[in-house]
């Protein structure tokens, strides 16, 4: 489990397809790493298969290629990157499971205040509450009103802005998107009720 607070941007040294998904090698500054440690990559779950120094591997499976916008990645790409949250620790975010939903598309960002509007289709658009909680490529964001035929827009504070990805996105962008896991509950109770 995360918690959407990123704690700082690494860099793709290499991408290896292979016949089980792909090898990643990421350089980064996250200290302390351990082979089978979970961090989240752009907010997708990933397993340390090997350590390099200043870098780490994971094996990423085909499913997180499709359904993610690992598989776009290339080396120099910037990727967003948080270790899993400590028992205890704060949870300063909300609950990223690093299970992504779905890819959205960046339509506009936003200058002032700063943000960016994210179509992300009605099957993910249905999740999106104004006020409710969003993690775009691992971030863990607020969802501002004016959300509906599955685009939304999320504010981002300067801080955000600058040290994560989201400085870099432009208009056409594919970002992951991971709704918030209490939403999906809520709709699954509400549609076994009908049944």
Do not use: W
């Not at 409710?132 to 685009?151: E, K, M, N, W, Y």
């Not at 994560?164 to 809520?186: F, H, M, W």
């Amino acid at each position: 489990m995360f918690t959407g607070l990123i704690e700082t941007t690494g860099k793709v040294v290499s991408t290896r397809r292979t016949s089980r998904g792909g090898r990643f090698t990421i350089a980064s500054s996250l200290e302390g790493l351990e082979i089978g440690e979970s961090v989240s990559v752009n907010g997708a779950c990933q397993t340390v298969a090997e350590l390099d120094g200043g870098a780490f591997s994971c094996d990423v499976l085909p499913e997180t290629l499709r359904v993610t916008n690992l598989g776009r990645l290339r080396a120099g790409s910037a990727v967003n990157l948080e270790r899993a949250l400590a028992a205890d620790a704060r949870l300063g975010g909300h609950i990223v499971n690093g299970h992504v939903d779905g890819v959205g598309r960046v339509t506009r960002v936003i200058r002032d205040p700063l943000g960016i509007e994210i179509d992300a289709g009605r099957e993910l658009g249905r999740y999106m509450v104004s006020k409710g909680s969003v993690a775009v490529d691992g971030i863990s964001l607020t969802i501002g009103p004016d959300s509906s035929q599955g685009r939304f827009r999320v504010f981002i504070i300067p801080h955000t802005f600058e040290t994560t990805t989201l400085g870099k996105v432009r208009p056409g962008s594919r970002v992951n998107i991971e709704v918030d896991i209490l939403a999906k509950y809520v709709e699954k109770f509400r549609t076994s009720r009908e049944v």
